[in-house]
């Protein structure tokens, strides 16, 4: 069993930056994060290989999220910039892929933490 342990969410205003991190308790050949909005389904945002290998992101991610993993820590970061109030959710991290079919469906992994909020006013 893998334990991750999310932090980094918090409320800022729109065009802020935030930065998640995702600790997993051993290493994983993946991990990603998802993000829910209140009343809506769970979305993928963006994943990464740990073993330095590719990144995804979903196209709301693309151009102003970055992903990175490193592996000395079995710590993977969200960098988050020029955030809008859409992206306002509950941002959870998964890990260990079983199935590389797409790293952005969450049926696809095996692990998740309990979430961090992400606020975003406008």
């Known amino acids: 069993q893998v334990r991750l342990v999310e932090s980094g969410g918090g409320s800022v205003q729109a065009g802020g930056s935030l930065r998640l991190s995702c600790t997993a308790s051993?290493?994983?050949?993946?991990m990603a994060w998802f993000r829910q909005a209140p009343g809506k389904e769970r979305e993928g945002v963006a994943g990464?290989?740990?073993?330095?290998?590719?990144?995804y992101y979903a196209d709301s991610a693309k151009g102003r999220f970055t992903v990175s993993h490193v592996n000395a820590k079995n710590t993977m970061y969200l960098q988050m910039n020029s955030l809008k109030p859409e992206d306002t959710a509950m941002y959870y991290c998964?890990?260990?892929?079983?199935?590389?079919?797409?790293?952005?469906?969450?049926?696809?992994?095996?692990?998740w933490g309990q979430g961090t909020q992400v606020t975003v006013s406008s």
């Open positions: 051993t290493w994983t050949n993946a």
């Open positions: 990464i290989y740990t073993d330095g290998g590719a990144s």
């Open positions: 998964a890990a260990d892929l079983r199935d590389e079919s797409s790293v952005l469906t969450d049926g696809n992994w095996l692990h």
